[in-house]
């Protein structure tokens, strides 16, 4: 799998040496036979390039300007999202696992898609792919370069970026000398009615529902009262932001639509790997250490308490209010993000029953 070194393919190509385009064709044994048919299908849509950065140059580049205005426009919440700076010094500093990916249309002079993950060690000489964040352009963000009819979404680009995350992830492994190779990804999203309007909350459904066509599923911890957990606790990423409960979903290398749509269980084992290297990545990444411990303390315990770990579908998730009455981890957050419970829950459950729309569009 080459990386392409290239100097403006194209007229006034905002991509250059910093920029190495990917060859998708290279990731092929990566991707499942329907991810197969999207690889070819993207050709003449965009072209993909993972973004470096020299330890010794601050000089980032109209690529990088335009991927972080793409990635800031994707995630407005602040306790969800990582500053620029952060991203800039973990890319000059990196031993080599973490990526941040963009994708630009075939004129070479707009970023129209942005991915950022790391590979992270897990036992038994595997990895997994930790995908931070990650969106594909619509038209209302096009019109702010020029190209107001433009929609990039639902067209392939965001299943591309999965198989290209998989064979970086591949490569990543044997620089490691983790022979065992990827067993998927992990990646974040909102609870069903996590969001302040409405139109937020259809979202969160709206979501969960694409990336389950993606193949993942939700990883909640069944405790013997048969109440179920949330296996994630996001670490204050900055001083100004709070620690944030959402869901960790898995997406395996491989799946069945039949799988996805079907409740299955998780080896306690593996389970505990993925969660406990997942909060271990934090460390790596020096947040702060207090924060992080708070978050791992939270986990651990979960995970201890645990009598069987599910991957659920998310037509089968109970809602963000649902899951705090037996959570309180989870309860004080929503009073602390919504102001009361009983409105919040109260908003969650009419929104769902009165089939809203959410007014953003799907960031895939």
Known sequence: ??????????????????????????????????????????????TFAEIK???????????????????????????ERESTKDITDRLKKDDGTYHVLIAVDKGEKNVIGYNAFSTVPLADKKVMVYWQYGGVADNKYMQKRARPDDNFRRQGIGTDFYVIRHGLAAQDAQKMGHKNGVVGTILEAEFPGQGETASDIAYTASRLDIHNKNGAKIMLAKMADGSLMSLHMQPKLDEDSNPLMLLMLFRPLNYTDQEAKTTTTMDKKTARSIIMSWIGNFDKEEFDPKDVDYARQILKTRLDKAVEILLVPPSEVPTMTEMAKSDPVLREQIIRDYGSFEAHEKLVNETFASGVKPERVLGE
């Open 1 to 46: 799998m080459a990386e392409k070194t290239v100097t403006n393919t194209a007229s006034g190509s905002i991509l250059t040496a910093s920029t190495p385009v990917l060859n998708t064709k290279d990731f092929v044994q990566y991707a499942t036979e329907k991810e197969i048919k999207t690889l070819f299908k993207t050709e003449n849509l965009c």
């Open 53 to 79: 950065i020299a330890t010794n140059a601050d000089k980032k580049g109209e690529a990088f300007k335009q991927g972080m205005q793409l990635y800031e426009t994707l995630f407005p919440n602040k306790d």
